[in-house]
């Protein structure tokens, strides 16, 4: 499932913004409706993994680190994706001109990682 989100990260970081300069809407609709299904099926699996790998002492803490990783994981797509996006924030905290992050280069980096 990783193979397959990471794959769908990497094409899109190509073709994404020429696909919403060409509002093609439905096509990127479909794409990020099978991202999800695909996240949600390892999500699924994680979950089941945990359960069978965990000592039943130690099964709290599966569900406290699944939990800090999404949070963390939603931290770096929504707040510093948009801080680093932003030129003025660029140029006041970071003394650069352009933005750091680009919507090309972080679907890239994320699917790379």
């Known amino acids: 499932m990783q193979l397959i989100m990471c794959s769908i990260l990497y094409w899109l970081s190509f073709n ?3 696909m919403l300069a060409n509002k093609e809407v439905q096509l990127i609709s479909y794409l990020f409706t099978a991202l999800v299904f695909v996240i949600t099926c390892q999500d699924i699996a994680l979950d089941a993994w945990a359960i069978e790998i ?3 002492l130690n099964a709290p803490y599966g569900s406290s680190s699944q ?3 999404q949070k963390i994981g939603e931290f770096i797509s929504t707040s510093l994706f948009i801080s680093l996006n932003s030129p003025e924030f ?3 905290w970071l003394n650069i001109e352009d933005p750091l992050w680009t919507m090309q280069s972080f679907l890239y ?3 790379i990682v």
């Open 16 to 18: 994404l913004e020429q």
């Open 54 to 56: 965990l000592h039943p």
């Open 67 to 69: 939990t800090i990783g």
């Open 90 to 92: 660029c140029k006041t």
């Open 109 to 111: 980096w994320y699917s």
